[in-house]
């Protein structure tokens, strides 16, 4: 069965430091989203892409972060200037054409930030 | 913003017990329902989901129940067995989302042989 693949599993980073998280989402699917959650606290939205552009992002999604989709098959989040509030675990989920309610999610990113 | 809140937090039951999590949710044109489960260091899986113009869905031992007029959604598991033990999410999505979801806290369930 088809699943999304994100690496690493976990990074570990210095304050201030830049890190790009890698997902590969399904074969064929068209949507693309990254959530995280805050060791504790529920899944919270990022950000979903859709025809190479962001569709919707959340308030959490300011301008130290940005998506990508640099080829036919990554999707990366980057953190511009880390901070230790964004230490989490990071998904990403992809939905097919057929469905873009229907999320597919990865095992996630542990990020730390030191 | 939607609003999504889940109960319990956590829930114990015997093997062979149904086993019920709610969650309510707050914006009355959210559309679609999921629950996923997530097994420790494991992917969220999406288990069974509900869309806003039916009441009910069953798969197999689980069913979700939605009662748009109280905002209210619940994933009930019959016959439970160890191997339901997990973490299970709820979420909603918004009637004017592009796909965002809103998940609701999370029920540690454990199902006690």
């Known amino acids: 069965e088809p699943e999304v693949t994100q690496t690493p599993s976990h990074q570990v980073t210095q304050m201030g430091q830049e890190v790009i998280l890698r997902c590969v989402p399904i074969s064929n699917h068209l949507y693309f989203y990254w959530y995280r959650q805050i060791l504790g606290q529920k899944v919270e939205f990022l950000v979903s892409?859709?025809?190479?552009?962001?569709?919707?992002k959340s308030e959490i999604f300011d301008d130290q972060f940005s998506v990508e989709r640099p080829d036919g098959s990554n999707f990366t989040l980057k953190i511009r200037s880390t901070k230790l509030e964004d230490s989490a675990m990071y998904f990403c989920?992809?939905?097919?054409?057929?469905?873009?309610?229907?999320?597919?999610f990865g095992a996630g990113t542990r990020l730390s930030v030191l | 913003g939607e609003n999504v809140e889940q109960h319990p937090s956590t829930l114990s039951v015997q093997e062979g017990d149904s086993a019920v999590i709610k969650c309510t949710y707050s914006d009355s044109a959210s559309n679609y329902f999921p629950w996923y489960k997530q097994e420790l260091g494991k992917r969220p899986q999406l288990i069974i989901d509900i869309r806003s113009n039916v009441g009910e869905k069953k798969d197999q031992r689980i069913a979700v129940t939605l009662n748009k007029t109280a905002k209210h959604f619940s994933l009930h598991i019959t016959e439970t067995q160890p191997e339901d033990s997990a973490v299970y999410f709820c979420?909603?999505?918004?009637?004017?989302?592009?796909?965002?979801?809103?998940f609701g806290q999370g029920t540690i369930l454990t199902v006690h042989p």
């Open positions: 892409f859709y025809n190479n552009e962001i569709s919707e």
């Open positions: 979420a909603a999505k918004g009637g004017t989302s592009y796909g965002k979801l809103t």
């Open positions: 989920a992809s939905s097919p054409r057929t469905s873009a309610d229907i999320q597919y």
